[in-house]
């Protein structure tokens, strides 16, 4: 499928609301199903240096689309597909964790809560008139605060993963907020293909967020 991509207008500029985010959706769709198919080609692999491989890779390509949405549009665009197909592959195993310890029900109740819950959250941002992208300022101190707690957990253990788990899921879903209110705003001088950035990477972290939350109900249960 190809995508035509307008120039990113002046930063503060406006762009036709609709038609930015059925880019933006559509990419990012296309996106997820991507992951999906590299997590599915890669379900049997062991974590590994593979999977942290494609991770790192992943990484690098997400610094290197920046640049190239500004240069070149349809360049950026193959290297987010590219993006998502390693991201795939790097969660492969977590995913496929998740599946072994808890059924197949886990990992598809966590896609099917992911997908409704960010049309909930789009549609709350294009029914009310209150600009979310004033939480990004909080919501990035957050981020950091909760990575370095992970971080610390992982050596003393005395934060557990589901808690985690919740915050990380409150965190993504302000940012999904706030990223659905730049786009009412028109991008801000960001092009459709950093938008979808924006809202794959709040996907993929809420999917994985609800993952361990549903993985721990079960485990409770």
Known sequence: MNYRIPPSPPYGATVSTPALLSQVLGITGLGLCITALAAYLFRDMAPGILALGALIGGFILLITIRRMSVTNE?????????????????????????????????????????????????????????DFRRLYGVLAMALMAIIVISIVSLFVHFVSPTAISWVVLFIFAGLTLADFARIRAGGGGASAVMLAVSIYLDAINIFLALLQIFSGRRSND
């Open 74 to 130: 349809p360049l950026a665009l193959l290297m987010f597909y590219a993006f998502t197909f390693l991201e795939g592959v790097g969660i492969a195993p977590t995913i496929a964790y998740y599946a072994h310890i808890d059924g197949p029900s886990v990992v598809v109740n966590a896609a099917l809560t992911t997908g409704l819950g960010m049309l909930g959250l789009g549609a709350v941002v294009y029914a009310t008139t209150f």
